[in-house]
T-cell receptor
């Protein structure tokens, strides 16, 4: 049974470049969450979708960040332009009509 | 009101000892309190969770103690093992919004 799938697992890019992170939630799950994790700030919720609709994007740091969920099986988080302070591990998690969230393995982003 | 305060930030326990991590919340509407376990390079995974209608829940060596009047809950790991070394997050949620409010995390090291 496949869990949450994220790609790429590692991304190294230069400041100013566009970065796109991808997530495939668990089949049948109707909620999707994007998180950012750093040593300094811990685990931060960026945006939360329910039935493909963004419900709460108050955690998105600024206009450089955008997220989409075009269908129930795919979501993207885009950073344009990227900055060194965006370096972090980005997690996607999904859930099904409940509180238990299932996390993907994360994407480690390094912006030089 | 939405915060969940977790302590300590880090904890070192000898093998076989009891590990205790504490969390406190303010929002009385919270009615679900999970603990997640995160190993290096992995996403967090649900370990154990409790609802406020009980004061304690035990699963193997892991126990949640819940004090509704004090608005506090804690994770106890009995007979701690080196394999328990991980970062532990408490969280809280309530209502129809399935977002989790996360604690800052505790890095637990079990010394052999």
């Amino acid at each position: 049974d496949a869990g949450v799938i994220q790609s790429p697992r590692h991304e190294v890019t230069e400041m100013g470049q566009e970065v796109t992170l991808r997530c495939k939630p668990i089949s049948g799950h109707n909620s999707l969450f994007w998180y950012r994790q750093t040593m300094m700030r811990g685990l931060e919720l960026l945006i939360y979708f329910n039935n493909n609709v963004p419900i709460d994007d108050s955690g998105m740091p600024e206009d450089r960040f955008s997220a989409k969920m075009p269908n129930a099986s795919f979501s993207t988080l885009k950073i344009q332009p990227s900055e060194p302070r965006d370096s972090a591990v980005y997690f996607c998690a999904s859930s099904s009509m409940g509180y238990t969230q299932y996390f993907g393995p994360g994407t480690r982003l390094t912006v030089l | 009101q939405q915060q969940v305060k977790q302590s300590p930030q880090s904890l070192i326990v000898q093998k076989g000892g009891i590990s205790i991590i504490n969390c406190a919340y303010e929002n009385t509407a919270f009615d679900y309190f999970p603990w997640y376990q995160q190993f290096p390079g992995k996403g967090p995974a649900l370990l154990i969770a409790i609802r406020p209608d009980v004061s304690e829940k035990k699963e193997g060596r892991f126990t949640i103690s819940f004090n509704k009047s004090a608005k506090q809950f804690s994770l106890h790991i009995m007979d701690s093992q080196p394999g328990d070394s991980a970062t532990y997050f408490c969280a809280a949620a309530g209502g129809s919004n399935y977002q989790l409010i996360w604690g800052a995390g505790t890095k637990l090291i079990i010394k052999p």
